[in-house]
């Protein structure tokens, strides 16, 4: 993956603008072009997320992907959003009082 684009997929992420069907009121996160329930009869607009949920599975990353080598270890997790779409990221925190079902919040680092 180039460098500008990692960049512009953590702008996204950290953003968590997604889409919102104003026809079905479906969310949806990556941001979607057409809303696969209504198709053509789909309103999407632009939705930020308040990026609140709660842990739905996690992993604890002990051998780290290059760069990441000083963080570990350090959690990797699904995330299911109060609106509904789930999304992958790191979760901070001991990954000893990692738990399925934990409340997290967004943090920006
Ligand atoms: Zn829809």
């Given at each position: 993956m180039s460098v500008p684009r990692f960049w512009r997929k953590q702008v996204a992420r950290y953003n968590?603008?997604?889409?919102?069907?104003?026809n079905c009121?479906?969310?949806y996160y990556p941001p979607r072009n057409?809303?696969?329930?209504?198709?053509?009869?789909?309103?999407?607009e632009n939705f930020k997320f308040s990026g609140k949920g709660e842990l739905l599975t996690y992993t604890v990353i002990h051998t780290a992907a290059?760069?990441?080598?000083k963080q570990t270890p350090y959690v990797l997790g699904i995330v299911k959003l109060e609106e509904?779409?789930?999304?992958?990221?790191?979760?901070?925190?001991?990954?000893?009082s990692m738990r399925i079902g934990l409340k997290v919040r967004p943090v920006f680092r």
């Open positions: 968590l603008i997604g889409t919102h069907c104003t009121g479906a969310y057409m809303c696969p329930t209504c198709r053509r009869d789909g309103k999407l290059e760069g990441f080598e509904g779409p789930s999304l992958t990221s790191q979760i901070i925190g001991d990954p000893a």
